[in-house]
């Protein structure tokens, strides 16, 4: 019985491992029209960057409408790394690292606690769209630069 309960423990631990390294491998993105893991065999140019997508039909989807997507593929574009956090996405101003929460997988710095406060209190949906909607992302994020990038 007890070799059992260690070989459950260790194939468990196994699997673990193996979905954690499939997942890193995909860097963690999800598709910004279905919510599915995203994989870079399905990737359209969007503002300067690469949006990832699960299939060959969400791209279209996701081109006959940009803006319903786009808040979702804001928050993509600073979870592949191709886009870093400048300054608060409320209020433009410089951050507190101290005021911050994450946000869709981000840790997202703010300039003080209100603006911190007023993210965290919204509700799920609502926080990507306070943090990463097309204005906010203009006032708080830029594009990495390639020697950005080799930091």
Same mark, same amino acid.
């Given at each position: 019985?007890?070799?059992?309960?260690?070989?459950?423990?260790?194939?468990?631990?196994?699997?673990?491992?193996?979905?954690?390294?499939?997942?890193?491998?995909?860097?963690?993105?999800?598709?910004?029209? =279905?919510?599915?893991?995203?994989?870079?065999?399905?990737?359209?140019?969007?503002?300067?960057?690469?949006?990832?997508?699960?299939?060959?039909?969400?791209?279209?989807?996701?081109?006959?409408?940009?803006?319903?997507?786009?808040?979702?593929?804001?928050?993509?574009?600073?979870?592949?790394?191709?886009?870093?956090?400048?300054?608060?996405?409320?209020?433009?101003?410089?951050? !507190?690292?101290?005021?911050?929460?994450?946000?869709?997988?981000?840790?997202?710095?703010?300039?003080? !606690?209100?603006?911190?406060?007023?993210?965290?209190?919204?509700?799920?949906?609502?926080?990507?769209?306070?943090?990463? =909607?097309?204005?906010?992302?203009?006032?708080?994020?830029?594009?990495?630069?390639?020697?950005? =990038?080799?930091?």
């Amino acid at each position: 019985m007890r070799k059992m309960v260690i070989l459950s423990a260790v194939v468990a631990t196994a699997l673990c491992v193996s979905v954690g390294a499939s997942a890193a491998d995909k860097g963690g993105l999800k598709c910004p029209v =279905s919510g599915q893991p995203a994989t870079k065999d399905h990737a359209v140019a969007y503002k300067d960057g690469q949006v990832y997508f699960c299939c060959d039909n969400c791209p279209k989807k996701f081109a006959a409408d940009t803006a319903k997507y786009a808040t979702k593929a804001n928050a993509q574009l600073v979870v592949s790394g191709q886009y870093k956090q400048v300054k608060c996405p409320l209020s433009g101003e410089a951050v !507190n690292p101290k005021a911050h929460i994450k946000v869709a997988g981000v840790t997202v710095e703010f300039c003080c !606690n209100d603006c911190k406060g007023k993210v965290k209190e919204a509700k799920k949906g609502e926080k990507i769209d306070l943090v990463f =909607s097309d204005d906010a992302f203009k006032k708080g994020f830029e594009k990495v630069k390639a020697d950005d =990038s080799k930091k």
